[in-house]
Nanobody, 115 residues
């Protein structure tokens, strides 16, 4: 698997915001542009779950739990993926992973929201 590099995680109080970034420098540009990209998260003791995705055409999709609070975006020129997270809740605490298609994944960045 090709590796992506996430950054931007950390500790934040409930109601706060964080912006996650995902660098996909190892991904061929044509692959980055043609594949659906997104973010998953995994909380302790739980399965990894999808959070948000963005298609090659720019169509976005969000889980019900984050819809209206999180925004996914991409910068194709820089091969970067972003997740703007607002109005964070304690239940958003998890390790967040970015992906490009099925085979390119990051190692995760920890987001901890204190209540």
């Amino acid at each position: 698997q090709g590796r992506l590099v996430e950054s931007g995680g950390g500790l934040v109080q409930a109601g706060g915001s964080l912006r996650l970034s995902c660098a996909a420098s190892q991904v061929i540009t044509s692959v980055f542009n043609s594949e659906t990209k997104g973010w998953y998260r995994q909380a302790p003791g739980q399965q990894r779950e999808p959070v948000a995705s963005i298609s090659s055409g720019g169509r976005t999709n969000y889980s019900d739990s984050v819809n209206g609070r999180f925004t996914i975006s991409k910068d194709s020129a820089k091969k970067r993926l972003y997740l703007q997270m607002n109005s964070l809740k304690a239940e958003d605490t998890a390790v967040y992973y970015c992906h490009v298609g099925r085979y390119y994944w990051g190692q995760g960045t920890q987001v901890t929201v204190s209540s």
